[in-house]
């Protein structure tokens, strides 16, 4: 482990997981990754080790069969696993926010049920909240949840669903207008429901269909799909936290955590392409001596370092302020922005010292430069992120007149 992107103030117990998962990232996940990604084939061996090392019940709490740690142990495994391979990541990550919103949103009856098998690996979340003509105007979803009886019929399309084939288990964020007059704002009137299904694709449960897979230029292996429901019939008790009209707060809250991932995601691709650029200008030579030698490429070394470094400690940040308790969407949105952006420079960076061997499949900078641009808009776009942090900023330093 080289000097950049290291966390002081670490218990040992932090310390130990961090350095089995990089040494499972190391040995498990890096010589296979390219290789996998390439095919687009899911990483069954790969989420099996992870599942062995207990990292999809890393912030399940102990009373459930979970570790029971903090966002920050766990942004940073993050870290380390999108190092090797960010589709890893993104398996995890998914899995996690629906975990983390049952934990604090849902019913002690929900949360019984779910996590413990949750942390076991045994269940696999993904959550929905995209629609095809959605974007980013989450208030605008037309998926409706409409009250029958004891149970709900859930109808409508969902876009871009991480893991939407593999999981067994997705938190649907729907309209349901029961309860709420005539004009209350849209935000007022979702509710997340809880949707259980069989892994695969087709029709997946009664009135539920996962399409396929969606293809896409990165971010291979990992399956993103649609989500359609025709008459999908859901007991009252799924109801996320057993009352209608909270769901966006519940979802908000699971991609505010989510950002913070999001951000580690970043750190580690990142960290990946800064080793890969340091290491090769120390073994390419050009007019006699090795590219490191050359001021140009001591430049682009120098960014990479700064900016792995900045994006790491606002990561870090983000992920404190959370675990203390307090509201961190200012930290959250700055860590995901500055960590998305600086990882795209990064990796083009190191590209660039890469120069032609970069373009080909052989090298591995290739794969993480068609990886990068979903960080860009994966948990909100930066206009997105930058649009919560300006209002922010506005309420923190709010000078009247």
Known sequence: MGRLAQTDGLTETQREILSTVRSFVDKEIIPVATELEHRDEY?????????????????????????????????????????????????????????????????????????????????????????????????????????????????????????????SLVAVLCRTDEGHPEGTAPHKSMTTFLVEKQPGFGQVAPGLTIPGKIEKMGYKGVDTTELIMDGLRIPQDRVLGGTTGRGFYQMMDGVEVGRVNVAARGCGVAQRAFELGIEYAQQRHTFGQAISGHQAIQFKLADMATK????????????????????????????????????????????????GYGFSKEYEIERLYREAPMLLIGEGTAEIQKMIIGRRLLEEYHFGG
Request: glycine residues 12%; proline residues 2%; charged residues 25%.
């Open 308 to 355: 792995v470094e900045a994006a790491h400690a606002l990561m870090v940040g983000a992920a404190r302020t959370k675990d203390s308790g307090r509201r961190n969407d200012l930290e959250a949105g700055m860590a995901k922005y500055l960590a998305s952006e600086y990882c795209k420079e990064v990796v083009e960076d190191a590209f660039r010292i890469h120069g």
């Open 43 to 167: 990483p069954t061996e790969i989420v099996e080790g992870l599942k062995e090392l207990g990292l999809f019940g890393l912030m399940i709490p102990e009373e459930h069969g979970g570790l029971g740690e903090s966002l920050l142990t766990y942004a940073l495994c993050v870290e380390e696993i999108a190092r090797g391979w960010m589709s890893v990541s993104g398996i995890i990550n998914t899995h996690f926010i629906v975990a983390y919103m049952l934990q604090r949103h849902g019913t002690r009856e929900q949360r019984d049920h779910y996590l413990p098998r949750m942390a076991a690996g045994e269940i696999r979340g993904a959550f929905s909240m995209s629609e095809p003509a959605l974007g980013s105007d989450v208030s605008a979803i037309t998926s409706k949840g409409v009250r029958e009886g004891e149970e709900y019929v859930l109808t409508g399309q969902k876009m871009w669903l991480t893991n939407g084939g593999s999981s």
